[in-house]
C-alpha cells in the first residue's frame, strides 16, 4: 500500500531554517502531484505548496512565497520542503500528501488529496 512518511520536524528558533522530507512508496512516485500542508493549533489544514510529475513546476500559498521551497528527487521517491526566515505562526504539524492521479500541481484543495502522511510537528520558537 500506498505510504507517506515524514521527517526533519523539530524545535526551533524564529528566523531559523529548516528543511523536511517525505518518502514515498508503494507507489510509481513520478506519476503524482505533491505537495505540503499544515495544520496549525486550533486551525484547519491549509495547503502549503505543490510540485508537478517532473519537479519543474511549483505553486505555493501566497503567503509562503519566497520563504518557502518545495522540490522533489524522483529517484529516492522523496519530495522536500525547505523553510526559511521561520516564525512562529509557522508552527503547525506538516503534512505530505499524494494527489489523486491526473491532479495538476496547481490545485490546492485537500479534496484533491489521495494519500496522507502521518505527519510531522515544527514548533517555531520566539
Known amino acids: 500500500q500506498v505510504q507517506l512518511v515524514e521527517s526533519g520536524g523539530g524545535l526551533v528558533q524564529a528566523g531559523n531554517s529548516l528543511t523536511l522530507s517525505c518518502a514515498a512508496s508503494?507507489?510509481?512516485?513520478?506519476?503524482?502531484?505533491v505537495a505540503w500542508f499544515r495544520q496549525g493549533p486550533g486551525k484547519e489544514r491549509e495547503f502549503v505548496a505543490a510540485?508537478?510529475?517532473?519537479?519543474?513546476?511549483?505553486n505555493y500559498a501566497d503567503s509562503l512565497k519566497g520563504r518557502f521551497t518545495i522540490t522533489r528527487d524522483n529517484a529516492k521517491n522523496t519530495v522536500y520542503l525547505q523553510m526559511s526566515s521561520l516564525k512562529p505562526e509557522d508552527t503547525a504539524v506538516y503534512y505530505c500528501a499524494r494527489y489523486r492521479y491526473g491532479v495538476p500541481y496547481y490545485i490546492s484543495a485537500p479534496q484533491s488529496v489521495n494519500n496522507w502522511g502521518q505527519g510531522t510537528q515544527v514548533t517555531v520558537s520566539s
Open positions: 510540485i508537478n510529475l517532473s519537479g519543474s513546476r511549483t
Open positions: 508503494g507507489l510509481t512516485f513520478s506519476n503524482y502531484a
